[in-house]
């Protein structure tokens, strides 16, 4: 006979196991819109006459944050540096290109030349773009 009990592992419910799950589908749903959604305005700035160019290895050696996640780069999403944008792009889309890329320089070709919106080392300060 033992003195002491055998050993259990830990027991979780079949609840459990589907809050867990379900709070897992979420996250990943969540994920995958991101990258969709970046992915539609990629195509955006492109047909606008836009550029953008990809993250360089040195970028991310100097600032780790303007990294992208592991899950979003298996899913297909790529981090982007520097985006350059026309006219063409309404100001609403502009808006919704700098929300979605927090890790990227973005410019704007007023017609006179380039001019900076928007600097990730300093994303709160925002520089308004002339329209003429």
Not at 31 to 59: F, N, T, W
Request: hydrophobic letters at 40%; glycine letters at 6%.
């Amino acid at each position: 006979m033992r003195l002491f009990p055998k050993r259990r592992w830990l027991r979780f419910s079949v609840r459990t196991l589907l809050l867990a799950v379900t709070i897992l589908c979420v996250w990943l749903g969540w994920q995958v819109s991101i990258v969709r959604e970046r992915k539609q305005l990629m195509h955006l700035i492109e047909e606008a006459d836009g550029s953008y160019m990809a993250l360089q290895p040195s970028d991310i050696v100097q600032n780790p944050a303007r990294d992208i996640s592991g899950i979003r780069s298996v899913m297909g999403d790529n981090g982007v540096g520097r985006i350059l944008m026309d006219r063409k792009l309404s100001p609403t889309d502009r808006d919704r290109v700098e929300a979605a890329f927090p890790e990227s320089n973005l410019w704007l070709y007023t017609g006179d030349g380039w001019q900076l919106i928007r600097n990730h080392r300093f994303p709160r300060m925002r520089i308004k773009a002339s329209s003429k």
